[in-house]
């Protein structure tokens, strides 16, 4: 967890988090204009499996032996956590099935929640969640902006005893990052890169937009 700390608090400009220009070149195809509604949730399906198995190397192993068709015993280190995979809806989505990918046997759950563009907070409307207690959790959304609506879902799993909170975000903004770190320091933050500022109505900047609009058209706010 110290990496990660310390790795936030140093810099002072965007800086991504993973050395990857694979991944790299996956956050330049999210932040152009040109890529449309389908790849973009291909491009953050991909970049969630890519974020998923670098947190596979922080999480406990056990070895397991396996005989092959050779008749010999190879042995292996298998993650051995209970892990439960949630994000927010709408946006989190696509970033969300890269992880599952990668975790298949986890366990999901869900939240919905709806910003108010005045104040910049959000209301959670819905919530479905399986035991979390003695789980690692990771909740995966695809923009950490201000860090409001995470810190709503972290509240809510935290009141269920998990094990361990992990964050995953294809794009964070510092100011988000720091909000989370100082309510929550033993939380674990991986974004696939890091901007530097939010402007006036709370958007990453340089960012790449409305991520839930991005991935599935433009939303009218219906009331109930």
Known sequence: ?????????????????FSNPILESLVYKIRDPDTD??????YLEKIGE????????????????????????????IVDENIVLLTI????????????????EAEAGFFAMQRNEVTLKASVDYVALPPLENK???IADTM???GG?????IKIVEKRNPKKIIL???????????????????????PAYVDPILNEIGYIVPGLGDAGDRCYGNKITVSH
Do not use: C, W
């Not at 509604?37 to 291909?42: L, S, T």
């Not at 809806?89 to 298949?104: S, T």
């Open 136 to 138: 690692t959790v990771i």
């Open 168 to 190: 995953v975000s294809a794009l964070a903004a510092q100011e988000g990052i720091d909000n989370i770190l100082r309510h929550n320091p033993d939380i674990q933050i991986y």
């Open 37 to 42: 509604k389908k790849e973009f949730r291909e």
């Open 50 to 77: 890519y974020i998923a198995i670098d947190v596979a190397k922080d999480l406990k192993t056990k070895k397991q032996n396996i005989e092959t068709v050779m008749g010999t015993l190879a042995e292996h280190n």
């Open 89 to 104: 809806l709408r946006a989190g989505l696509p970033l969300f099935n890269g992880v599952f990918k990668v975790f298949p």
């Open 144 to 146: 950490l902006a201000t």
């Open 1 to 17: 967890m110290k990496k990660f700390i310390l790795f936030f608090f140093i810099q002072i400009i965007s800086v991504s988090l």
């Open 149 to 153: 609506s995470m810190l709503d879902a």
